[in-house]
């Protein structure tokens, strides 16, 4: 199963080293919304941006930008777990 | 130093409470036999001390001391959890794990806390993801060193102006006011 890694990017950008294993992209789009949103409760921003300055950013083990998620496109009102 | 979680029927984890060389683990047992509610794991290895609980039980029925103690920890313990239940509840990942940290080197007073992203995952109830995001953040911010599975609090008073207030409370508010403790980290 293919391991994917969830960065954060803004004009910096916060990177995820480890990666998760995940069935497939479909799997690592429903991880990126899950830890977008444990992200975002009740936080108003990372680094002194606001949410919406910042994109997830998904890559594959090669490096190559697999799902683009600005968080100002996150659904809200859906819980944590 | 130990923490308390309670596991979901998922699976799912989170810290409801933690204690230090300020408390004890199952004093209740010394009132008697009790079923366990939550799971009892240690964070960080140190020296702990362990009393049998037929010996404990003995001791307390014996001692109006020891069951005071009982009484007054209790109250502590409660305070404690009330807080930690509204923290999880309302208080964003970040602050959380700021909060935790920061409580975690008082109670076992080293500067370097060896600790995995699975288990950070499991006393805060985040995805481990969330937990390696949050952390290069506090990096990035010069507050933590997080390098081979150890923590390094590089910056402890911007660590505090990370966290909630569930820090203050619980780990300079509670202890003094209830039992006249003062265990608060150099």
Redesign the interface.
């Given at each position: 199963m293919p391991r994917y890694y969830?960065h954060?990017s803004n004009k910096?950008c916060?990177?995820?080293?480890?990666g998760?294993v995940l069935l497939d992209k479909n799997a690592a789009m429903s991880?990126a919304l899950?830890?977008a949103r444990?992200?975002m409760?009740?936080?108003p921003g990372?680094?002194g941006q606001r949410w919406s300055a910042w994109t997830m950013l998904v890559k594959d083990k090669d490096g190559k930008k697999v799902i683009t998620l600005p968080f100002s496109e996150v659904p809200e009102g859906l819980t944590?777990? | 130093m130990i923490s308390l979680l309670v596991v979901t029927q998922?699976g799912?984890g989170i810290e409801a409470a933690s204690i230090g060389r300020e408390g004890a683990v199952g004093l209740h047992r010394g009132l008697g036999k009790r079923r366990s509610f939550t799971r009892a794991v240690i964070p960080v290895s140190g020296t702990i001390s362990h009393i049998s609980a037929n010996v404990f039980e003995r001791a307390v029925e014996q001692s109006d001391t020891i069951k005071d103690m009982i009484t007054h920890y209790t109250e502590v313990l409660w305070v404690e959890a009330q807080q930690i239940a509204a923290c999880n509840a309302?208080?964003?990942?970040?602050?959380r794990f700021a909060r935790w940290l920061l409580q975690t080197q008082d109670r076992i007073d080293s500067d370097s806390l060896p600790l995995t992203?699975e288990f950070l995952s499991q006393m805060l109830?985040?995805?481990?993801?969330?937990v390696?995001?949050?952390a290069?953040?506090l990096q990035?911010?010069g507050l933590i060193r997080y390098k081979r599975g150890r923590i390094v609090i590089l910056d402890r008073a911007g660590l505090e102006e990370a966290a909630c207030e569930c820090y203050q409370i619980i780990q300079h508010e509670t202890l003094p006011e209830i039992i006249g403790v003062n265990l608060a980290s150099s």
């Open positions: 969830f954060l910096r916060v990177t995820d080293p480890y998760t991880h899950v830890v444990e992200l409760f009740n936080s990372m680094l944590r777990h | 998922e799912v309302l208080h964003g990942a970040e602050a992203q109830g985040i995805r481990r993801t969330t390696t995001l949050v290069r953040t990035e911010a």
